[in-house]
């Protein structure tokens, strides 16, 4: 293939106000017509690193598409040509390890290919390199491996994806796998039949396990063709009938063998592990469906605290309140001494939940808005505004959060338990926008 190159500059912040000094570095996911910006923001040094990559064309993709599935069989309401463009091709989150970034595609959807920029150089390679002979899609968020020495991934064929799309079939037959970061050779670790949509896979800190979840939503009765203004009573029905509930996967690399879980709130999508218990992870269920360029809240969400067992993965205590919409990201970490769960919650709060007895143990309002109100059809289009957050970012000693919102980073003080009075700019130039979530840095 051609080879193509990324092209990076620095954007200092290191003269706002009041920002305190804070050991963070995570990453920061931007589209332009150009191609992918992906931010690298280190609050220590008070600078952004922005990479801009080229997009890679998938010629085979969009006439796929188009012969195989039907319009209204896409699982959102958008042309051919936008699914594969916003979805297929959407830069959801870039992960980074040593000199090299990863950028994770396929925003509500699942990617084609995964890009990989060598930060030393800033040559982009293209994972795997014949890609475009066989078309696959992959999981929309990988992980490393605890040494940083691979990227793994869940992949499928495309074909089966429409298919099940078009209604031919219910599962794919998935391969579990992993790029070694030196190369980036492939290698296929695991094979089973289950269904696609894979949002995100993670490997145990002890190298044991991988897990892996879809990021599905269905209703069982259909939302009506009009607004929720226009036919209340269709959307009351559709409450009524619920959403399917989907499976986790957990693999026994040593045993060779996997496992499913079912959860029982819709929507399950991102996890994190413990950071000291390498058995313990994290799980949110999102309860929602998108709708029209929105999301649109079937009930609250939870976060659900699970642990691998020998051959079983248990829910083993969970999270949830009237107010609790959990959207795009989670994140434990420790602060004087207390592990906690810092979880974006919709439209205007950030939660932190006590680990051990999984309780709120914080709830912290960013700005005033009115509570979410279900009542009149038992769904409600979930309100966003300016100041709301779907990322959170803890520093590593835990003392502040660095929260993303469409007007810029803002700080929280753990031990003041205020917002700073300080906010560092997204610095997005016209015609490029945010996408996706942020990612927390674990290798230097």
């Excluded at 066989?134 to 040494?147: A, I, N, Q, R, W």
């Excluded at 993303?404 to 803002?410: A, K, P, Q, V």
Aim: hydrophobic share 40%; net charge negative.
């Amino acid at each position: 293939m051609k080879t193509m190159s990324a092209t990076c500059e620095t954007i200092p912040f290191d003269g706002i106000a009041n920002l305190p000094g804070i050991d963070l570095v995570f990453t920061a996911c931007r589209i332009a017509p150009s191609g992918y910006r992906v931010d690298v923001l280190d609050f220590s040094k008070k600078e952004i690193v922005r990479w801009a990559v080229p997009y890679t064309k998938v010629p085979g993709a969009l006439p796929a598409l188009k012969k195989t599935v039907p319009s209204d069989r896409l699982p959102l309401p958008l042309s051919h040509e936008s699914f594969v463009d916003d979805c297929l091709m959407g830069l959801h989150t870039a992960q980074l390890s040593g000199n090299k970034v990863i950028l994770c595609l396929g925003d509500f959807y699942n990617g084609l290919h995964v890009p990989v920029v060598n930060t030393d150089t800033g040559a982009v390679s293209v994972a795997p390199e014949n890609f475009a002979d066989t078309l696959m899609l992959y999981s929309s968020t990988g992980d490393f491996s605890p040494d940083g020495k691979f990227w793994f991934f869940v992949r499928w064929p495309f074909r089966e994806s429409l298919e099940i799309l078009a209604g031919a079939r219910q599962q794919a037959r998935c391969e579990i796998g992993r790029i070694r970061l030196s190369d980036l050779s492939c290698e296929i670790l695991y094979h089973m039949d289950g269904v696609d949509r894979i949002h995100q896979v993670s490997c145990s800190p002890d190298g044991r396990h991988l897990v892996f979840s879809p990021f599905r939503w269905e209703m069982n009765i259909p939302y009506p063709a009009a607004s929720p203004a226009d036919d209340p009573a269709g959307y009351r029905a559709s409450h009524e009938g619920g959403m399917k509930k989907d499976e986790l996967i957990t693999v026994d690399l040593e045993a060779g063998t996997h496992w499913r879980t079912v959860i029982p709130v819709p929507v399950p999508a991102h996890f994190e592990f413990d950071p000291a218990d390498p058995g313990v992870f994290y799980l949110s269920a999102h309860h929602f469906h998108p709708v029209r360029g929105n999301v649109m809240l079937e009930g609250p969400a939870s976060l659900f605290k699970m642990r691998i067992r020998a051959g079983e993965t248990v829910i083993e205590g969970g999270y949830s309140d009237d107010q609790f919409f959990r959207m795009s990201q989670h994140i434990p970490f420790t602060f004087e001494k207390r592990l906690l769960i810092a979880v974006t919650n919709l439209p205007n709060k950030i939660d932190l939940i006590d680990a051990e007895t999984m309780t709120l143990w914080r709830r912290i309002e960013l700005f005033p808005a009115p509570a979410v109100d279900r009542s009149r059809t038992g769904n409600v289009v979930c309100p966003v505004y300016p100041g709301s957050s779907f990322a959170v970012n803890p520093s590593r000693d835990g003392r502040f959060l660095v929260l993303e919102t469409s007007e810029g980073f803002i700080v929280y003080s753990l031990e003041e338990d205020r917002l700073v009075p300080a906010a560092v700019p997204r610095f997005l130039p016209e015609g490029v926008k945010g996408t996706g979530h942020t990612r927390l840095n674990k290798y230097t």
